[in-house]
């Protein structure tokens, strides 16, 4: 199966992987450290944050589970189509939800949950807002995570995504130190493993390079579908939204995984497809001919 639904990025791991795990090996005889060292310091260094303003946990999803117990707002708005597991959080904690679709304002709410660039589409957020709330920039850049710390917002990112390496869980919240406190009070006593720990500093040097490399493969995806006659919509995430003009492809027939969005209709015929890996390009194509 050739999956492109789930936005991860097509290059495979780094070729030095297999044998950084086995060296970090003896590091799960160990319980991990309780401050997500040596993680934490090397990310707070390269994203430029203060060390006491940064937490990392097992992805962006550890952050989702705990951020609403832990800062008590009681109203949230978000944009839809958005993040099933925001409105689960929150609904889950009983925080009243106020969406808003297309380019209408934001509704007024104590806090407001926005993705930029948006997981569905792609697109950066042109309206923030100068109110608070939290940033999930997992699928953004390297160069853009290096906004330091913002006054009123909780900023979380997906450590995984670009290095191919989702089963790790490595995640991050950067946030005004009143904010830190409270949200590691709702965090189990260990971040992630002390192997995905270990494994992060090694990591970072390649994040930029491979952003570079990411971008110049998401020009030649939505290169490939308009040369098949589909429309696409600008973004800047590892995947392109699309749709066709002659009908869907038969996708499974070719054993590939888009991302449908049935559950949205104002999304329509659109559908979200990754950016294949190199061997993945020609079946691919095959898909895509009438």
């Known amino acids: 199966m050739l999956d492109l639904s789930t936005g991860v990025a097509p290059e495979p791991q780094p070729s030095w992987l297999a044998a950084q795990l086995a060296e970090l090996a003896p590091e799960i005889g160990h ?4 401050d997500g060292e ?3 310091s090397a990310l707070a260094e390269a994203l430029g944050v203060p060390l006491e303003s940064l937490l990392v946990a097992g992805g962006a999803q550890a952050f989702v589970e705990v951020l609403f117990q832990a800062l008590d707002w009681k109203s949230l708005a978000l944009r839809e189509p958005g993040y099933g597991e ?13 969406s808003c679709t297309g380019g209408n304002p934001w509704p007024q709410a104590d806090a407001r949950w926005v993705t930029d660039p948006d997981g569905f589409t792609g697109e950066r957020i042109a309206d923030r ?4 709330g939290v940033l999930d920039e997992s699928y953004a850049p390297f160069d853009e995570r290096c906004g330091g710390v913002r006054p009123g917002w909780i900023r979380v990112g997906s450590l995984t995504k670009c290095f191919s390496i989702p089963g790790l869980r490595l995640g991050y919240a950067i946030a005004p130190v009143a904010d830190i406190e409270r949200i590691r009070r709702w965090l189990p006593p260990w971040p992630t493993s002390a192997l995905a720990l270990h494994l992060l500093p090694r990591l970072l040097p390649e994040w930029s390079q491979r952003d570079a490399r990411m971008a110049a493969q998401r020009s030649r995806l939505r290169e490939l579908l308009h040369s098949h006659g589909w429309e ?14 002659r009908g869907l492809p038969d996708f499974a027939a070719h054993r590939i995984l888009v991302r449908s969005f049935e559950e949205w209709p104002e999304l329509g015929d659109w559908v979200r497809i990754g950016i294949p890996p190199e061997a993945g390009w020609p079946r691919l194509e095959a898909a895509l001919c009438p």
């Open 86 to 98: 925001v409105r689960r959080c929150a609904e889950r904690v009983g925080i009243e939800l106020r």
């Open 38 to 40: 040596p993680a934490r």
């Open 129 to 132: 807002g100068e109110s608070r």
């Open 232 to 245: 696409t919509r600008p973004g800047e995430a590892s995947f392109v939204l699309a749709r066709p003009t």
């Open 31 to 34: 319980y991990p450290d309780p």
